[in-house]
């Protein structure tokens, strides 16, 4: 039997990643039991007080172990503990880099990647969180070799999954891991959970980077975002602010975390995106209006970034497509 701990935190966090994960990991119970079996998991939620309350004192988690005497434990569960609420749980770091140095494995769902990585474990290891974070992550941990678009990361008995309510796939996958293919399923489709998903690529909306101090890479990224539809080449971005080609994709890199070509890149895809899910326009007129001539390196560029081709995103997001299921009435 595995003894799984999933933690209660303080401050602010998504109380349905402790639920979810409490559910899925107690389904897996109940289904072994179902056919006369032991059990494979004793569930712990593990906490730094009697009580967690979120919005107010609207809900209320109450741990069953406080960690001044923790129970034994396999694997620790890190929810989706905001990044602002990382000092508020602070007293959980030595005892995770405790555990995991016995042999335990953690897991850290969504932005619970903060207070993963700020026990060190994850310094020269891959690791994901949810999109949105993904910039000030990478500010904060640079040791840490971020994986923004995957679901799911495995490494050295350390886990992390990407944003929201892509924590029960990582919740299912460790399931498999610890029972076996058969049980995964039977919960992925109890729960109605995709299990196949590998990329939150497709949910990414690239926001761009402007949250630094270099004021002429600042003007550079206005002037990309302004002229989605025209070919503006490097040397000539360079030139306006009067800095070499070399000193400036170095400084657009440190600025951005991206070279100037993939934010070029980033940005004709997310105005693709926009005009897919909302315009009339088909995929080649959508392809010419941010700059694109050749149609290979488009659909080429556009799976990259989205993990999807032009017409697949259409097909999926268009509010057309939406509207044809229809409305539930209640």
């Not at 890190?78 to 555990?99: K, L, R």
């Not at 761009?208 to 990309?224: C, L, T, V, W």
């Not at 088909?282 to 081709?309: C, Q, W």
């Amino acid at each position: 039997m595995k003894h799984v701990s999933i933690l209660v935190p303080q401050g602010e966090y998504i109380m349905s990643s402790v639920v979810g994960s409490y559910k899925v990991f107690n389904g897996a119970n109940q289904y072994y039991q179902q056919q006369g079996k032991e059990p494979p998991f004793k569930i712990h939620l593990v906490g730094l007080s009697a009580e967690s309350t979120l919005y107010n004192g609207l809900f209320a988690v109450r741990p069953d172990y406080l960690l001044n005497a923790p129970p034994k434990t396999d694997l620790i569960v890190i929810p989706a503990i905001q990044p602002g609420s990382t000092g508020d749980n602070a007293a959980f770091i030595p005892w995770i880099v405790e555990q995991y140095a016995a042999g335990t494995e953690v897991a850290s769902l969504c932005v619970g990647a903060f207070l993963l990585a700020s026990t060190g474990l994850l310094d020269g290891k891959h690791c994901s969180t949810h999109w949105i974070a993904a910039d000030a992550f990478r500010s904060m941990f640079p040791a840490v070799k971020l994986m923004a678009e995957k679901i799911i990361t495995d490494e050295q008995g350390i886990y992390s999954s990407g944003g929201a309510f892509s924590f029960l796939n990582l919740v299912l996958y460790l399931v498999e891991k610890h029972t076996d293919r058969t049980v995964a399923i039977f919960l992925a489709k109890l729960f109605e959970i995709e299990i196949e998903r590998h990329t939150q690529s497709p949910f990414n909306i690239f926001l761009g980077q402007k949250g630094h101090e270099d004021e002429p890479i600042k003007q550079a990224q206005s002037y990309i975002e302004s002229n989605v539809g025209e070919k503006i080449s490097i040397d000539t971005l360079a030139g306006m602010f009067a800095i070499s080609r070399r000193n400036f994709e170095r400084r657009f890199k440190k600025a951005t975390a991206n070279t100037p070509v993939e934010y070029l890149q980033r940005v004709k895809i997310e105005a693709a995106k926009k005009s897919l899910e909302s315009g009339r326009e088909n995929i080649n007129e959508v392809m010419y209006a941010v700059g694109y001539n050749d149609s290979k390196a488009f659909r080429s560029t556009f799976k990259k970034i989205t993990g999807l081709s032009p017409l697949e995103y259409k097909k999926k997001y268009h509010k057309g497509a939406a509207l044809s299921y229809g409305m539930i009435s209640v």
